[in-house]
């Protein structure tokens, strides 16, 4: 398994750039947990949203490797540093991507809407003071604002856009971003959602959660509000049963294979 990802000692590095981590480890091996399902979607376009070192899309492309069958891979991150680091991680594992300089998917979301099949996040989720979201440099790898929430609602939002009609998200939350009520809010536009991993330091919980559509998800037009906690109560019973279920779903968490480090 170790050769379906990216080796750490090939990802290359900047002090600008957030290096490969706890999160970037658990978004991976949520992706490798449900490798079998992807390789039978056959995603045709991929994408990562703030690609940092790399490590990320670079270990997409390669768990889905020749089977993936002509996919296309776009990465972007609004750290220039961060496209400069993941081309040469990228180099040094002998895959490809198109790199763009960009916050979120700006000037691609006319030309990417309704395309992207495969969308994957690790969002700067950190609460911190909303004034520290979208600084310039490394700090822009975690400030996530108040809540942690200020990129990850903007990119749910974008990620509604560009998501094709099969478009499954993998995102990284933690708990205090209340991954719970994101998946209600994107219920409310028709997505169900699963925690395909979820991991505990002693710092965070983490969550991975798999966004997808379905198609029996009655959706309200009307139902438009962002960050609303009014959900038919069935809608929140399913939800937060799953979140409820995270002490047994830890022990049967996906081990980490990271031997080609
Ligand atoms: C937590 S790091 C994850 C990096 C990498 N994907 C990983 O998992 O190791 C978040 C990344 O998102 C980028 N980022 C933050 N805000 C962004 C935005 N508005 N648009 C695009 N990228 C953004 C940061 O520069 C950083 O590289």
Partial sequence: MS???????????HPEVYEPCDDSFALVDALLA???????????????????????????MLMLGEEANGAQFIATDINHH???VTQETMEAHRVHAELINTDIASGLENRLAGLVDLLVVNPPYVPTPEDEVGREGIASAWA?????????????????????KR???????????NPSQICRQMRKKGYDSRIIVQRSTEEESLHIIKFWKDFDI???AKDVVPNSNAA???VV?????????????????????????
């Avoid at 050769?3 to 590095?13: E, M, T």
């Avoid at 992807?38 to 670079?58: A, D, N, Q």
């Avoid at 478009?167 to 971003?177: H, I, Q, R, S």
């Fill in 3 to 13: 050769s379906r990802i990216a080796q750490i000692r090939l990802v290359s590095s």
């Fill in 34 to 60: 449900d490798r079998k399902n992807l390789l039978e979607h056959k995603p045709t376009l991929c994408m990562e949203v703030g690609c940092g070192s790399g490590y990320v899309i670079t270990s997409l």
């Fill in 82 to 84: 961060a496209i400069r």
């Fill in 144 to 164: 996530g604002g108040e809540n942690g929430r200020s990129v990850i609602d903007r990119i749910l939002l974008v990620a509604l856009k560009l998501l094709s």
């Fill in 167 to 177: 478009g499954w998200l993998y995102m990284v939350t933690l708990t205090a971003n």
């Fill in 218 to 220: 009655e959706v309200d």
């Fill in 232 to 234: 038919p109560a069935g």
């Fill in 237 to 261: 019973d399913s939800v937060l049963s799953q979140f409820q279920r995270l002490s047994f779903w830890r022990s049967s968490d996906v081990n980490s294979s990271r031997s080609g480090k």
